[in-house]
């Protein structure tokens, strides 16, 4: 009777079922909460490590990766690593409270275990861009994704020439790790921050983020020398506004790189909830250069 | 490829030499208002439930391979620790005995997304391993269109694969499984005779399509047209309910959610299928939605899959089973939207 005969179990060539191979799909590194630190009235920082230090020691990404991060029982949801390449599997997320995975992680304490898989996505490709001047613009929460690039160029910062770092945000309340500013500018790094809305204290701009990003391009004659290379974050309104200014500066499409969000429930190709058209932007993205972008129906 | 030929009344030998497994068929599930028979995959327990000559099912059997849902893991609670366990759910070998060349075809064109390039999907793959196939073929209905959709014949994905000539079975054998199974029928290689009644069977056959879309240009027709006010009309059609992503055989898009137990101390993480045409679909936090209106929700699915797909694995992700257009309550069939596309006017 038994004609077919055929695996129970996955084929070692296909899949295998050793743990460490299916790491890569449902199973995940068990992570502890280390610590949490509130930055805004909704953000809040967590340093995670995973447990396991041989995983930990192994554990690599590049910047601008993403990990899912799952609170078992409660959800599941993809955050941008913000912290330094070089730390491995010592992580910093920057997450605001916004639905019930997050709120909920809003509120558990430290030594709290989640699950971490990842990490996801494409990165900026920071390596390129040595030598060259850099134009970081990052809009809200975009300052999350664009900390891990720029840690990284921080961490050998004699490879790149001039630095400008635009940030906005709608309200000083809401300015995201604001005690980072001081050691940011010991680096020789332009940063200039702009606010929506000022309260009492607030001395610097009012206004929108292109405001900022005019007068560096009328500084530099509207002219930006091939040699520069722009990272942009922040919400999709944005984009549109800020690349266009960029590429009207003679920067090259290719040089303009941007992180974009989208539903993601798998993050590893599979739920196509991200997708848009041909383009999974859990695998091709969340890193694109501008002209994929331009290249993409309803992508901003 | 191996041809071989059996006596018709051998089929029920086959089936019995099989039946020892989890077998899976059409079957008759009752009937249509018109008093037509409606058909369903499911198991079959006795030779006479199996319905091989059947017209089409109304669902695919897509819940074998993708199940609606299905537990990705589950998790042990206690305070603030927890241990995961994954079942990967995989089927014991399943024999699929009497699928049409569309629904081998959709299940070829899901290997291509769920079983790599990376990360391979373990629950799919694993049950994908497991099946047997025995295709057959079919009379096309009224609402297939998959002879334009290069679908109407399956040339892999199957084990073996019957023709009716009358009086005996023309099999096409591509595994050594099936070759073996079938040595305990008395096959005969197939005579001159045989030949040309397949292919005079295979010419009447290709005569009787009548549904046809044109797909010429068409990645190109829907990226110029995507500002189409056609779509506009389609859109206030569309109920966006997700029948047609529910029967379609390619369709295989998920959501994740989660839960804990009423006892607190064990929690499930499960995957359901879904809808690009459901209203939250591409909604990210802050409630920003990509796609906000049901136009630009349909629009997106013929994007995906005659568009998007074909871009990545050079074919469309539909094999012109016209399953959908059958279910829509709205009447929605993909060769008018795609020709309405084309020609700028949507039929009243
Ligand atoms: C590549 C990427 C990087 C991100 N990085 C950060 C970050 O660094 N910090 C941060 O605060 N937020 C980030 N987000 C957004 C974050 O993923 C969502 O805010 C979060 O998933 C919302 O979960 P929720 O359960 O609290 O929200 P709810 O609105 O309750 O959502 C319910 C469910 O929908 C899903 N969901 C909702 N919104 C999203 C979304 N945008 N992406 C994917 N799934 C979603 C989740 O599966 C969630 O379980 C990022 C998103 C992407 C795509
Ligand atoms: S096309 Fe038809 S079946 Fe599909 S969502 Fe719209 S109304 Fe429902
Ligand atoms: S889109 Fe419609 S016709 Fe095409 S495979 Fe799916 S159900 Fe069949
Ligand atoms: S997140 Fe599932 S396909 Fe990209």
Redesign the pocket.
């Known amino acids: 009777m038994n004609k077919l005969d055929f695996v129970d179990v996955l084929p070692a060539r296909q899949i295998s079922t050793r743990k460490s191979d299916l790491s890569s799909f449902e199973y995940s590194y068990r992570a502890e909460i280390t610590n949490v630190y509130g930055l805004t009235n909704t ?1 809040k920082l967590y340093q995670i490590r995973i447990v396991d230090s041989d995983q930990r020691h192994q554990f690599t990404f590049k910047p601008g990766q ?1 990990v899912m991060l799952e609170l078992p029982g ?9 912290s330094s390449p070089t730390r491995h599997g010592d992580l910093e ?13 809003s509120r558990v304490p430290r030594g709290t275990l989640v699950g971490i898989s990842g990490p ?2 494409t990165s900026f490709p920071v390596e390129d861009m040595e030598n060259s001047d850099l134009i970081l613009i990052a809009g809200g ?1 975009g300052i ?2 664009l900390r891990a690039p720029l840690f990284s160029i921080l961490e050998n910062r004699s490879r790149y020439k001039q630095i400008d770092i635009i940030y906005g945000a709608r309200n000083p309340s809401e300015l995201l790790f604001t005690y980072q500013y001081q050691m940011w500018r010991q680096f020789d790094i332009n940063l200039e921050i702009i606010v929506d809305q000022a309260d009492e204290k607030w001395q610097g701009p009012v206004g929108l983020i292109t405001e900022i990003l005019k007068h560096r391009l009328e500084a530099a004659g509207n002219n930006l020398s091939s040699n520069t290379y722009a990272i942009v974050c922040g919400p999709p309104v944005m984009f549109h506004f800020v690349c266009d200014m960029l590429i009207n500066a003679q920067l090259p499409m290719q040089k303009i790189f941007v ?7 798998c ?1 590893r190709g599979k739920c196509c ?2 997708n848009i058209g041909a383009t999974y ?2 695998l091709s ?2 890193v694109f250069d501008y002209w994929s972008v331009l290249n993409m129906k309803e992508a901003i | 490829m191996l041809f071989k030929v059996f006596p018709r009344d051998q089929l029920e030998i086959l089936y019995d030499i099989l039946a020892g497994h989890h077998l899976v068929g059409p079957q008759i599930i009752g009937t249509d208002r018109n008093g037509q028979e409606l058909f369903a995959f499911d198991y079959i327990h006795s030779f006479t439930e199996l319905r091989i000559d059947f017209t089409s099912t109304v669902h695919s059997l897509k819940s074998f391979v993708l199940p609606p849902r299905e537990n990705l893991s589950s998790f042990a609670l206690a305070n603030n620790d927890w241990e995961k366990n994954v079942d990967l759910g995989i089927y014991k070998p399943h024999v699929f005995f009497g699928l049409h060349p569309c629904d081998i075809n959709a299940l070829n064109k899901l290997d291509k997304v769920l079983t790599g390039p990376v990360y391979p999907d373990p629950f799919y793959t694993g049950k994908r391993k497991n099946m047997f196939i025995i295709g057959v073929n079919c009379i096309p209905q009224p609402w297939c269109f998959c002879k334009s959709m290069g679908t109407d014949t399956v040339l892999s994905g199957f084990d073996m694969f019957l023709t009716d000539l009358g009086d005996k079975y023309f099999v096409e054998i591509q595994s050594a499984t099936a070759y073996d199974i079938l040595m305990e029928l008395p096959i005969t290689e197939p005579t001159d005779e045989d030949h040309r009644r397949f292919v005079q069977l295979m010419d009447e056959r290709n005569s009787k399509f009548t549904c046809q879309v044109d797909n010429s240009d068409l990645t190109k027709i829907l990226d110029l047209e995507f500002q189409s006010p056609v779509w506009q009309e389609w859109g206030k059609r569309c109920m966006s309910c997700g029948t047609c992503a529910n029967v379609c055989p390619t369709c295989y898009c998920y ?4 839960h804990v137990d009423l006892d607190l101390k064990s929690a499930t993480k499960q995957k359901q299928l879904y809808s690009c045409n459901l209203i ?1 679909f591409a ?5 920003h939605n990509f796609r906000p209106d049901s136009a630009s929700r349909l629009k997106y699915r013929y994007y995906h899959k005659h568009r998007g797909f074909q871009e990545a694995y050079e074919e469309a992700l539909c094999v012109g089973c016209g399953r959908c257009g059958q279910a829509c309550l709205a009447g929605i069939t993909v060769p008018e939207v795609i020709d309405s596309v084309r020609r700028q006017e949507v039929p009243k």
């Open positions: 953000e993403f409660i959800g599941e949801g993809p955050f941008s690593i913000s997320l920057c997450i605001r409270a916004v639905g019930n995975l997050t709120n909920f992680l996801f996505g929460l999350v994704p992180s974009l969000e989208r539903r993601m429930h993050g909830r991200c932007t859990c993205g969340p | 959501g994740v959610t989660e939250d909604m990210v936090s802050g409630g």
